[in-house]
């Protein structure tokens, strides 16, 4: 009897997908001067 030679099968690998990461854009608070009153 002529033995069977088994295929073996390839197994396909999954590509992951890279999620992206969004950047949270910082506010600058924008600081108020105070004006000083000349005294004449």
């Not at 088994?6 to 854009?25: D, G, N, Q, T």
């Not at 506010?27 to 000349?38: A, T, W």
Request: glycine share 0%; hydrophobic share 0%.
């Amino acid at each position: 009897m002529k033995k069977k030679k088994k295929k073996k099968k390839k197994k396909k690998k999954k590509k992951k997908k890279k999620k992206k990461k969004k950047k949270k854009k910082k506010k600058k608070k924008k600081k108020k001067k105070k004006k000083k009153k000349k005294k004449k």
